[in-house]
């Protein structure tokens, strides 16, 4: 640990309206007419016929938000015991919200995110990071060194500001300064977990860890599909390891196209009890969105056979908004890059074709918050937009979209109203 945190230590730091006045003595002019209302565009008038209710708090949302926050909290009050037991607790009973995000992750991740934010702002604005917050969290576990809940948040703290150094990009096109960091932090990581590993076989919290360990080794690509799987195993109904595994799966980081599809079809039949044949679909999500050469070797009807099995297994808002604004943005013709092959043209056309069956059978409110994060892309960067910027672009975003695809029914003057029996389209008058 000394060695490590020296290394770290040694990095340098880097238009007035006018006003018109009649003379004394003269006829007054004519008064001018009204300024007549400039007529609204046709975008707003399609908008003014689509009813689609906007959730204020989200369930999903706002549970998330709720329990990062009291981890943040607890954090900033250096109520540590307390927070360690909130996720000790969450943890044993695998607590998670209604779509499978775990409660004792969330918890974690809101306790480190003070640290972790200021880090990566600093990276992104040029500075070299201060080593204050990373410090005071190794102080913390010295103070608990038994405890794995600590030793869980320290070393996600770790890991998380390892990433903020490498970036996403390929290995050649990164610093070798940026590269040593990296591991130098997973190496730091994976030397607070050590002591931790027989309590992962049990606890999904440090099975996450754990698993995120796998890319710093020296051949993740032997690794990286046994370890995720340990963990899905854990909690098959939390789609976020399923997305990740389909990311470290292309060719970028530490798999290939026809690896990725086999691990999909493994991961089908892993999770049929859950997801039916959603599990395919879930490990293709991103990677079809991040690369668009993952087309070429996907199974677009076991894909959209999966799209559906999710929406009728879980029925949630959530759910429906994902993969509405998925089908809707992400897989939109309009963002396939002109080179595209036809055949990557295809597959993306066949997954749009399915926006018309979510919004028809399963859209009955509106969460922007997951539209303007299909809108935003992959790639959002450090520096976001205020929540209710995002909650308007959001809804713009999803609005756009939807008069868009119904442009003629609208044209011929029906409604749109969504409710929870589906969509209905009311007659002109």
């Not at 490590?4 to 006003?19: F, G, H, K, V, W």
């Not at 040029?126 to 060194?145: C, N, Q, R, W, Y």
């Not at 997305?243 to 089908?268: C, H, I, K, Q, T």
């Not at 066949?350 to 979510?358: K, L």
Request: contains cysteine.
């Amino acid at each position: 640990m000394k060695d490590t945190m020296s290394l770290l230590a040694n990095i340098p730091e880097l238009a007035a309206q006018a006003r018109a006045s009649l003379r004394r003595g003269t006829r007054s002019s004519p008064q001018p007419a009204p300024p007549q209302q400039e007529p609204r565009s046709l975008a707003e008038q399609l908008q003014a016929r689509l009813h689609l209710p906007m959730a204020g708090e989200p369930p999903e949302e706002s549970t998330r938000v709720r329990v990062q926050d009291r981890g943040q909290f607890l954090a900033r009050q250096e109520r540590w015991e307390e927070l360690s037991r909130l996720i000790r607790s969450a943890d044993n009973r695998k607590a998670a919200t209604h779509c499978g995000m775990p409660h004792a992750n969330l918890l974690s991740l809101g306790a480190r995110t003070d640290v972790v934010m200021a880090t990566e702002h600093a990276i992104a604005d040029g500075f070299t990071p201060k080593l204050s917050g990373i410090e005071e969290l190794e102080d913390v576990l010295a103070e608990f060194p038994e405890d794995y809940a600590i030793a869980a948040i320290v070393a996600q703290a770790h890991m998380d500001i390892g990433w903020a150094w490498r970036g996403s990009n390929w290995s050649h096109e990164i610093p070798a300064r940026n590269l040593a960091l990296f591991q130098a932090h997973f190496d730091r990581a994976a030397e607070i977990l050590e002591s931790f590993a027989r309590t992962a076989l049990a606890s999904p919290l440090l099975a996450a860890a754990h698993c995120a360990l796998v890319v710093a080794k020296p051949k993740p690509a032997l690794h990286i599909a046994d370890a995720y799987a340990r963990l899905i195993d854990l909690n098959p109904v939390n789609t976020a390891p399923m997305r990740s595994l389909g990311n470290f799966l292309l060719p970028r980081w530490f798999g290939s196209y026809d690896v990725l599809e086999l691990e999909a079809r493994r991961m089908a039949a892993r999770t049929s009890a859950s997801w039916g044949n959603g599990g395919y679909t879930w490990v293709f999500l991103d990677a079809l969105r991040v690369d668009h050469g993952v087309a070429r070797n996907l199974d677009v009807s076991f894909f959209i056979d999966g799209l559906k099995d999710i929406l009728y297994l879980q029925p949630d808002q959530h759910i429906a908004n994902l993969l509405a604004a998925y089908t809707g943005i992400t897989m939109s013709p309009a963002r396939t890059p002109p080179s595209a092959p036809d055949i990557v043209r295809d597959v993306r056309k066949s997954i749009h074709a399915c926006f018309d069956g979510i919004l028809r059978e399963s859209l009955h409110e509106l969460h922007p918050l997951l539209w303007a994060e299909a809108e935003l892309g992959p790639n959002p960067g450090t520096h976001l937009p205020p929540r209710s910027a995002l909650l308007r672009r959001g809804r713009d975003t999803a609005f756009n979209a939807i008069a868009s695809h119904f442009h003629r029914d609208l044209q011929n003057g029906k409604t749109l109203e969504f409710g929870k029996t589906g969509l209905t389209l009311f007659p002109q008058g």
